[in-house]
């Protein structure tokens, strides 16, 4: 089993930033996939920013330039770095990590509970 713990979420208000972290515990594969999904109310949840175990990173269009996504290998945790936030970002943020095993091929995604993230007009 793996466990991820979210932190950093809160209320802050447009322009400002914010740091979320989560941390993975328990049966994690060697080489992981880790990344961040949010969801708003009446929305299907979706893909923030994503990174690598060799540290390649993807992002959601609507994020590029404002979101950095990194992580600590040591310490099985990834980070995003949210800056210039608008009200359009509010949402529970998601982590997730899963096993990669090459050629685009990957295990089961573990789920982070959410934090949530309130941005402020």
């Known amino acids: 089993q793996v466990q991820l713990v979210e932190s950093g979420g809160g209320f802050v208000q447009a322009g400002e930033s914010l740091r979320l972290s989560c941390a993975a515990s328990?049966?994690?594969?060697?080489?992981?996939?880790m990344g961040w999904y949010r969801q708003t109310p009446g929305k299907e949840r979706e893909l923030v920013a994503s990174?690598?175990?060799?540290?390649?990173?993807n992002y959601a269009d609507s994020v590029k330039g404002r979101f950095t996504i990194s992580r600590d290998n040591a310490k099985n945790t990834v980070y995003l770095q949210m800056n210039s936030l608008k009200p359009e970002d509010t949402g529970v943020y998601y982590c997730?990590?899963?096993?990669?095993?090459?050629?685009?091929?990957?295990?089961?995604?573990?789920w982070g509970k959410g934090t949530l993230v309130t941005i402020s007009s």
């Open positions: 997730y990590t899963r096993r990669e095993y090459g050629n685009g091929v990957y295990g089961t995604r573990y």
């Open positions: 328990g049966s994690i594969a060697s080489t992981n996939d």
């Open positions: 990174i690598s175990s060799g540290g390649r990173s």
